[in-house]
């Protein structure tokens, strides 16, 4: 049976995740989450996120990463195999390894994985942190606002300079 998943990501009012691969804000009270959220869980995400992010494998996360050009780079032996990362083609691929793994999943991005996990029928929790402010950015969270969620929680921003609210909801 198919486990639940673990939607993380922060997100502008835009919608905007990301932009010339990075994230367009430091927020450590969100970065601080994000680390407790994944830390020792399953990781699905794509390569670039993989890529961007040192502590991927850290923590006692294990990373599922999807890319097709990582997948065949490791088949022809031309990429240092990395310990603990699993290597999917696709987002289906991706979930029947983490499927398999103990403990939970998070999806952690980017754009397109979550585009393509948004849609699936499954019980997922959506941990979102927006932020109420329009970013400049080249990478987007898929519009979430019109399925069926139900709010579990709700915590606003004790950060003086930058208006964000936690939110996990459920569907």
């Not at 993989?50 to 997948?71: H, Q």
């Not at 403990?103 to 994985?113: A, D």
């Amino acid at each position: 049976m198919p486990k639940p998943l673990n939607l993380i990501v922060a997100c502008a009012e835009n919608r905007v995740i990301g932009r010339g691969g990075k994230l367009p804000w430091h927020i450590p009270e969100d970065l601080k989450f994000f680390h407790a959220e994944t830390a020792g869980q399953i990781c699905v995400l794509g390569r670039v996120c993989f890529e961007t992010w040192p502590r991927a494998t850290l923590d006692g996360r294990r990373p599922v990463v999807i890319s097709s050009r990582l997948l065949a780079g490791a088949r022809r032996h031309e990429r240092q195999r990395v310990e603990g990362v699993r290597l999917a083609a696709t987002v289906p691929d991706a979930l029947a390894i983490a499927d398999a793994l103990p403990g939970e999943i998070y999806i952690c991005g980017g754009q397109r994985i979550f585009e393509e996990t948004l849609v699936l029928d499954r019980p997922m929790r959506l941990h979102l942190t927006l932020i109420h402010a329009e970013v400049p950015g080249d990478t987007f969270f898929p519009e979430w606002r019109h399925l069926p969620w139900r709010e579990v929680s709700r915590r606003e921003s004790a950060d003086a300079n930058v208006r964000y609210t936690f939110f996990t909801l459920e569907k």
